[in-house]
């Protein structure tokens, strides 16, 4: 059984388009998160949710929702794709705020 | 071999070697660190972790460093093998009101020839 599972693995969309990438945790943890990892493989948060309830958000634009419909779930929407929003989106989840995460295998999002 | 990190530099050791891998971290209210592994197309995956109570932490292979006075993190893996060239990363947390957030180190890239 994966931990935290995204989907898709790999997104190639238009700009302009709306899509959607979805996690699942099945471990248990309150608390879950949204990563990207640019080219360079730095890696920064986005998100995070705890409980369903938004408890961080970075200075993302207002084109990237996250929702959580429940704790073992946290799905990131982005209306109008840019060109610079090519990277790799990583979900992790963690038991404890302020505790290691466990990291999905990453949803690799391309636009052209 | 030793590489600092934060620049994504690139370490090149042999097999069998002993490898430290370092990293400067920035806010000093962290109080947790710890560090990642990714392979090429995965997720970073947990390698060992330490609290800012403690200046040492050994794993199987592993040995994580911390000294508090410079904020300096390091990563010792012992007779490395091939199987342990990924991207080594150094993640911080600073508790409190940081909710679980993690901050990154840039990474660095070791590669293990046999």
């Known amino acids: 059984d994966t931990a935290v599972s995204q989907t898709p693995k790999y997104l190639v969309t238009q700009m302009g388009n709306d899509k959607s990438i979805k996690c699942e945790q099945n471990?248990?943890?309150?608390?879950m998160y949204w990563y990207k990892q640019d080219s360079k493989k730095f890696l920064k948060i986005m998100f995070s949710?705890?409980?369903?309830?938004?408890?961080i958000n970075e200075t993302v634009p207002n084109r990237f929702s996250p929702k959580s419909p429940d704790k073992a779930h946290l799905n990131l929407h982005i209306n109008s794709l840019e060109l610079g929003d090519s990277a790799v989106y990583f979900c992790?989840?963690?038991?404890?705020?302020?505790?290691?995460?466990?990291f999905g295998s990453g949803t690799r999002l391309t636009v052209v | 071999g030793e590489s600092v990190g934060l620049h994504l530099p690139t370490l090149s050791v042999q097999e069998g070697d002993n490898s430290i891998i370092n990293c400067a971290y920035s806010?000093?209210?962290?109080?947790?660190f710890i560090w990642y592994k990714q392979e090429s197309g995965k997720g970073p995956q947990f390698i060992i972790d330490?609290?800012?109570?403690?200046d040492k932490r050994q794993g199987q292979r592993v040995t994580v460093l911390l000294n508090k006075t410079v904020k300096h993190l390091s990563l010792q893996i012992a007779a490395t093998q091939p199987g342990d060239s990924a991207v080594y990363f150094c993640?911080?947390?600073?508790?409190?009101?940081?909710?679980?957030?993690?901050?990154f180190g840039q990474g660095t890239i070791l590669t293990v020839h046999p």
């Open positions: 992790a989840s963690s038991q404890t705020q302020g505790g290691g995460y466990t």
């Open positions: 471990l248990g943890h309150d608390t």
């Open positions: 949710y705890n409980n369903k309830e938004l408890i």
């Open positions: 806010n000093s209210a962290s109080d947790y």
């Open positions: 330490i609290r800012s109570n403690m």
């Open positions: 993640a911080e947390n600073a508790g409190g009101t940081s909710y679980g957030k993690l901050t």
